[in-house]
């Protein structure tokens, strides 16, 4: 049978007419867009339980797998020295994730109307925060992290600065010495700018500093057959090379600290300082001097209030002298928190 080809036409699907929606309904789909969007705090709390499973609880296994690779606990610090060999900074925060931490902080202080979100009132923003939302605990993880500071070890510059604090004033010998000490491991030449007199007298001084390993190596110095009397007069004749070796290690010890914490460690504690809490203030100080302190700030916010208080008494009475008063207004003005 031969073959017959048909040829079919195809015709055009005919399609309903989709209606446009109305306003109710469009109305409805942005206030489920609006209401899918995550409230500021709890992208505070969830910042924060982060922070909390990486740095104060890496056991806990609140981390995601992602965030649960955390370094070892620190070993334990000797508690004369506070130094340890191949010693590593406890894991901090860095200057990232604490930006991010104050960004969703002020977000949710300006919901809850809080105006003052400036460095001398931080404290009070964030116990504020914490009495609106008690299971936050944004000033026990600030107070957590300050604890981690008491495991560090001090650095020369700051054990020196301790020793000037606590130096009596009439001892203007130690003093000097504490100074120059200061200045020397500051400067940044090759070789130390001083004499073998200068290492002669700074000698006493620097070996107050030293580790207990050159100590000892200055102990062991003295042969054992010879008479302790002896052994002061040739020691005397060597001091000027003793303290020279004794500032190098303490250029040492200071520059590992730079090198090992420096780096991990000045970032927190500049956010910690800008809170001015004074208990959180003096552990600090106790590893790291920077920042202004709590006396300080109120100082300056007292005259700068005063001198506000001021400003606006003059220009009203400028604009109406007749209703003004002859003196200013005294009042307490804002207090930190």
Request: aromatic share 8%; glycine share 4%.
């Amino acid at each position: 049978m031969p073959s017959v080809e048909t040829t079919f036409t195809a015709k055009p699907r005919r399609r309903k007419p989709v209606a446009e929606p109305s306003a109710p309904v469009l109305a409805a789909a942005r206030d489920t867009n609006d209401t899918c969007e995550i409230p500021a705090i709890k992208k505070l709390q969830a910042h924060l339980d982060k922070l909390q499973a990486l740095y104060l609880k890496p056991d806990s296994g609140l981390a995601p797998a992602e965030l649960s690779k955390v370094a070892t606990p620190p070993e334990p610090v000797d508690e004369k020295t506070r130094i340890k060999d191949r010693s590593e900074a406890p894991k901090l925060p860095i200057h990232r994730e604490l930006d991010k931490l104050g960004e969703c902080i002020e977000v949710v202080a300006r919901q809850l109307g809080i105006k003052k979100i400036l460095i001398p009132y931080l404290h009070g923003v964030i116990k504020r925060i914490d009495r609106h939302y008690p299971k936050t605990g944004l000033n026990e993880f600030v107070a957590n992290i300050v604890k981690k500071f008491s495991t560090l070890p001090i650095p020369i510059a700051t054990r020196i600065n301790h020793a000037l604090a606590n130096c009596k004033s009439d001892d203007t010998t130690r003093r000097k010495a504490l100074d120059r000490i200061g200045e020397l491991l500051m400067e940044r030449h090759w070789e130390p700018v001083a004499e073998d007199a200068e290492w002669r007298s700074l000698y006493p001084t620097l070996m107050e500093f030293t580790s207990p390993q050159f100590k000892q190596l200055v102990e062991n110095a003295k042969p054992r057959d010879m008479q302790s009397i002896d052994f002061y007069s040739s020691e005397l004749a060597f001091q000027g090379v003793l303290g020279f070796a004794a500032f190098h290690d303490l250029q040492r010890q200071q520059l590992i600290w730079l090198l090992d914490y420096a780096a991990k460690v000045r970032p927190v504690a500049a956010w910690i300082y800008s809170f001015q809490n004074e208990q959180w203030d003096r552990e600090l100080r106790k590893i790291l001097h920077g920042g202004v302190t709590p006396a300080t700030m109120r100082k300056y916010l007292k005259t700068s209030l005063a001198s506000d208080r001021k400003k606006r008494w003059r220009k009203a009475k400028q604009s109406n002298p007749q209703n003004v008063d002859t003196k200013p207004v005294e009042g307490d003005g804002d207090q930190m928190h």
